[in-house]
């Protein structure tokens, strides 16, 4: 019964009618890069929508890769509106790959159906009591970690690879991004994994997710729409 209620308020959730609605925190516009060449583009808006304890964020948007395959990827997140912890989620993948999720938080598990290729699987995840999701190839999920402090342990969760980690959040530094002609004030963060990899994002003074690199993917996805 958890995991019919939960899919269940997954769906009036991301009905058209309420995605569209509520306050506009974030909108915009990623340019991605691999290995230095235009490799897609990314748009995506966040909303706050609801009151008193229906109160949550929105994230939803369309990520259209051109290598190193095609691929589109709608994802749409539900977060807690305080902490940027996930509630529900689900993404729709196509092209090189064709993906289903639908996921949503059941008590200390988050459970999943995932259909693709080869057919459907249901998975559980445990759920922290400040899960992010980060999906692969996302960049607007990094807003969620906007409020990250240093030294703090992030308990994450990757649907598509099936992957649950953890990012440990460095000592931020401020540093001048050059985002097309103009020259910007911009926090860098470098978020680390148990492996040892990074994912490098920079915020401006609202929060908002300025660019986004993952050296060892050679991934950099840069916003386009603030650039005068």
Do not use: C
Not at 79 to 87: D, I, K, R
Not at 193 to 222: K, N, S
């Amino acid at each position: 019964m958890n995991r019919l209620y939960t899919f269940g308020i997954l769906t009036l959730a991301v009905a058209p009618g309420a995605a569209a609605q509520g306050v506009v925190v974030d909108q915009g516009r990623f340019e991605i890069t691999v290995n230095g060449a235009d490799a897609g583009s990314e748009e995506f808006v966040i909303r706050r929508a609801g009151f008193g304890g229906g109160d949550a964020l929105y994230a939803n948007g369309v990520v259209a890769r051109t290598a190193p395959e095609q691929l589109e990827i709608r994802p749409l997140l539900r977060v807690q509106p305080l902490t940027g912890a996930a509630e529900e989620y689900q993404a729709s993948v196509k092209g090189a790959e064709q993906t289903e999720i639908r996921l949503g938080r059941a008590g200390r598990r988050y459970v999943a159906t995932i259909r693709s290729e080869i057919g459907a699987e249901d998975r559980e995840f445990q759920a922290q009591p400040d899960t992010r999701i980060l999906e692969l190839g996302v960049a607007h999920h990094y807003y969620f970690l906007r409020s990250e402090r240093e030294g703090r342990a992030i308990a994450v969760l990757e649907p598509r690879s099936r992957r649950q980690l953890t990012l440990v959040a460095g000592a931020p530094t401020t540093e001048e991004l050059r985002m097309g002609p103009n020259v910007v004030s911009a926090r860098r963060v470098s978020f680390t994994d148990e492996g040892g990899g990074e994912r490098i994002v920079w915020f401006d003074q609202q929060g908002r997710v300025l660019r986004v690199e993952i050296p060892a993917e050679a991934y950099v996805a840069e916003r386009s729409d603030l650039v005068g």
